[in-house]
């Protein structure tokens, strides 16, 4: 009897989690680099929002760019807009505040919505290439192959699996009891430095995550892989270099935007843990969270024609 009660004084210990609230010690703890990067990050921020918000208007206000690709495209630039809403305030605010806290309620809020737009930017990001290799592989059938009904049903799907790996990854989080650690190594509420903190058991998170971010990462890598497998087959039959010039700048924007987020992920995600690398994956995780939603407008906007012809003919019909 007497050697059950530590186990039973355990147990009530692991049942009650007494942490209301977490510390986020946000990018650095250095006060020299708090002003430099608050004035860096809103430069970034701003420009975040101006880009994409003006992408969406283009695309909207432009019939001729009223396509499957720009479909895509305007759900991507939605996607990266409502993401750096995320965490990027947040982030800002720490830079000037001296204790940056937040609610357990507000850090598993920014933890779903964080997994939930960076999972469908990926689905997103997938289903743009399924329709490079239409656009190239099947141009005479491509109006009938990328149907409006199969682009929302693509998009749909994208949001639907998103959906559901946010919530397995915030229910499993909300299932664990935080003790005593409050202090968040991170700028954000992520997976990786949220399950050190519980004192109770992350073999359900773990195994949970392995499969989420499985699945994300076999199903992108099946369809883009498989889509360019085939469009480099096409493209080596066509006789003449204008079309194969034509067919690689069509995919360009797509292969540089996939290649920023899943090589930043790979750099902040796959490596060894270590003390040392906790701060190297808070800045490369910077490139995926921050730089990435910032560059994809770009990417889009300069190395495109038809966005290039919007953009003039839509400042002409407000200057005129």
């Given at each position: 009897?007497?050697?059950?009660?530590?186990?039973?004084?355990?147990?009530?210990?692991?049942?009650?989690?007494?942490?209301?609230?977490?510390?986020?010690?946000?990018?650095?703890?250095?006060?020299?680099?708090?002003?430099?990067?608050?004035?860096?990050?809103?430069?970034?921020?701003?420009?975040?929002?101006?880009?994409?918000?003006?992408?969406?208007?283009?695309?909207?206000?432009?019939?001729?760019?009223?396509?499957?690709?720009?479909?895509?495209?305007?759900?991507?630039?939605?996607?990266?807009?409502?993401?750096?809403?995320?965490?990027?305030?947040?982030?800002?605010?720490?830079?000037?505040?001296?204790?940056?806290?937040?609610?357990?309620?507000?850090?598993?809020?920014?933890?779903?919505?964080?997994?939930?737009?960076?999972?469908?930017?990926?689905?997103?990001?997938?289903?743009?290439?399924?329709?490079?290799?239409?656009?190239?592989?099947?141009?005479?059938?491509?109006?009938?192959?990328?149907?409006?009904?199969?682009?929302?049903?693509?998009?749909?799907?994208?949001?639907?699996?998103?959906?559901?790996?946010?919530?397995?990854?915030?229910?499993?989080?909300?299932?664990?009891?935080?003790c005593d650690s409050d202090i968040i190594n991170h700028y954000?509420?992520?997976?990786?430095?949220?399950?050190?903190?519980?004192?109770?058991?992350?073999?359900?998170?773990?195994?949970?995550?392995?499969?989420?971010?499985?699945?994300?990462?076999?199903?992108?890598?099946?369809?883009?892989?498989?889509?360019?497998?085939?469009?480099?087959?096409?493209?080596?039959?066509?006789?003449?270099?204008?079309?194969?010039?034509?067919?690689?700048?069509?995919?360009?924007?797509?292969?540089?935007?996939?290649?920023?987020?899943?090589?930043?992920?790979?750099?902040?995600?796959?490596?060894?843990?270590?003390?040392?690398?906790?701060?190297?994956?808070?800045?490369?995780?910077?490139?995926?969270?921050?730089?990435?939603?910032?560059?994809?407008?770009?990417?889009?906007?300069?190395?495109?024609?038809?966005?290039?012809?919007?953009?003039?003919?839509?400042i002409k019909r407000i200057a005129n």
């Amino acid at each position: 009897m007497f050697q059950q009660m530590p186990q039973v004084k355990q147990m009530a210990v692991e049942n009650h989690s007494s942490v209301t609230e977490f510390i986020l010690i946000g990018l650095t703890d250095q006060p020299e680099f708090q002003l430099p990067f608050f004035v860096l990050f809103l430069l970034n921020y701003s420009a975040t929002m101006l880009g994409n918000l003006s992408l969406m208007s283009l695309i909207c206000l432009n019939s001729h760019l009223h396509t499957p690709m720009y479909f895509f495209i305007f759900n991507l630039s939605f996607i990266d807009f409502c993401y750096s809403c995320v965490f990027t305030p947040k982030m800002l605010m720490s830079f000037v505040s001296e204790k940056n806290t937040i609610s357990f309620t507000g850090c598993m809020t920014q933890l779903f919505f964080f997994c939930f737009f960076g999972s469908v930017e990926c689905y997103v990001l997938t289903a743009m290439a399924y329709d490079r290799y239409a656009a190239i592989c099947q141009p005479l059938m491509y109006t009938i192959v990328m149907s409006p009904r199969l682009c929302s049903l693509l998009m749909f799907g994208s949001y639907l699996m998103a959906f559901a790996g946010a919530m397995a990854h915030t229910g499993c989080m909300i299932r664990l009891h935080f003790c005593d650690s409050d202090i968040i190594n991170h700028y954000m509420c992520d997976i990786i430095p949220l399950l050190p903190l519980s004192c109770s058991s992350t073999y359900v998170n773990e195994l949970v995550s392995s499969i989420v971010v499985g699945t994300v990462v076999l199903v992108s890598s099946v369809v883009i892989l498989t889509s360019y497998a085939l469009i480099l087959l096409s493209i080596f039959r066509m006789p003449s270099a204008k079309g194969w010039s034509k067919a690689m700048s069509t995919c360009g924007s797509h292969i540089i935007a996939v290649s920023l987020l899943h090589g930043s992920g790979l750099l902040t995600y796959i490596k060894p843990t270590s003390a040392e690398t906790v701060d190297q994956g808070k800045f490369f995780s910077v490139f995926y969270t921050l730089v990435v939603p910032m560059l994809n407008p770009l990417i889009y906007s300069l190395r495109n024609k038809d966005v290039k012809l919007a953009m003039k003919k839509t400042i002409k019909r407000i200057a005129n």
